[in-house]
């Protein structure tokens, strides 16, 4: 395996293997399958193109090949900034077809990220869009290449700046596809190796690098897909990044391609650009984040579409409150699934026969029966069912450590090879019901509250489209909870008024938000997640310019 990464112990890779976890087959191999079963179906459709199988695979082939002629060698890191696009799909499986390793940037990210991701994969390579509304990726590129003599290649979707290579110049093979699969044969990954490299997900720093193998990633999509039900029948609207795990795998667009579905590729977010595409392509599964969820509900556009060949609508990155999972269900008329999991591997995903109250209210079960999960005190002790504890998990395809990072590898992984997730969960059988991160709860002089507790009585609050509770500095009690909201058009509300509605719910005095925060927007992560962090730094100024004008 790549120096700087940690392997699974032989025991547990033997155990993987006779169970069937791993089939010792490369990401691009599992596509081949679905190709080789149907090779006239269609495989990816972005506007007006559309590519089949058998396309889709010959120009992943043509690439992969001249990829390596163009000097790219097996275990190469090379930093993947593409927007959603069909050029994103050919890139990344090109690129896992030679043993190439991509790190799956997102196109929001600027010069301070891309730097570390160059510097700390000491990547040899780097992919990205010419330009994306007012921002020309080719002027970083260059700068990224001036002070980083090991980046021998820039490759442009677009028109390519100086020194940096089309990759349109690429697509096409001057050789025979014959002769480029006889040569490509000669550069087949072994399954074992390190395939990608995600991001954590973590906003407080700059993210580790997650390396995912073939062996464990093919599973992750495999197993994620069968549970949620995809097949040949499957049109899956591609929305969020795909370069995040949620996007790409968990099922994701390899899931789609594991079991010969059908992967669009949406245009954008808003519902008048999501929802055309739905009736068009008729669409049946779509992946989405709480913020578009709370959008969609409430966009007028909503009736002037048809949308009934919606069968299942996903949100994952994080917990969406029960209140809207019941909406989603009402006024979609589909199917609702919840997908709780990380980049590191574990995966949760809510089954779609379960009964009501676990479909709106769990954060599902592992896919995998083999997924050792822990729940833990602050002591390290196991808690019993129906305890929160933090969340650590051991299986097939959660990573045993991150690339070339020991100082983060002590604090994240345990010595027999758990991963801390820093999750706060209750687990009741198999499910598991989530809290929030560990710094997503309130301490209110001892008092411990759940800001996803108090979240999901808020939504229900006629008057609010969102909610993001977070702690706020109090001199006091230590911290007291303060409740950002969305509120819907032409809407006004205070605090006095909400908490009387709470009260109405019948929860506990010292649960009550004793801040209220009107908002027009959530400020937003490149994977579509609010940032709670953003919201509690912008709280705690306030409250420490408040004091500072009392003092």
Known sequence: MLKG?????EEFARIYREKGYWQDITLNEMVEKSAASAPGAIALVQGEERLTYGQLVERVDTLAYSLSKSGLRPLDRVVLQLPNSIDFVLAFLALTRIGVIPVMALPPHRANEIRHFLGKSGATGYFIPDR??????????AEMRKENPRLAHVFVSGEAGPGQTALSSLMVGSDGIEQVRAELARLRPDPDEVALMLLSGGTTAVPKLIPRTH???????????RVSRFSPRTVFLAILPMGHNYNLASPGILATFAHGGRVVIAPGTRATEVFPVIERE????????????????????RAQYDLSSLALIQNGGARLQPELRRRVKERFCCQYQEDYGTAEGLINLTRLDDPEELIENSSGKPICDDDEIRIVDDAGNEVPDGTPGELLVRGPYTIRGYYDNPEANEKAFTADGFYRMGDVVRKEGRYLFTEGRK?????????????DEIE???????KVRNTCVVAMPDPVFGEKACAFVLLAGGETLSLPELCAFLLSRQIAKFKLPERLEVLDAFPISPAGKILRRNLRERIEAMVKAELAEQA
């Open 5 to 9: 990464c940690t392997p699974w112990p």
């Open 132 to 141: 994306i509304k007012d921002f020309d990726f080719r002027d970083m590129a």
């Open 215 to 225: 062996n464990d990633y093919v599973f992750n999509a495999v197993a994620a897909g």
């Open 282 to 301: 008729k669409v049946t599964v779509i992946p989405a984040a709480v913020p578009l969820v709370a959008t969609w509900l409430e966009a007028p556009e």
């Open 439 to 451: 710094k997503d709860l309130v301490n209110r002089g001892g008092e411990k509250i759940s800001c």
């Open 456 to 462: 999901d009585h808020i939504l229900a609050h006629p």
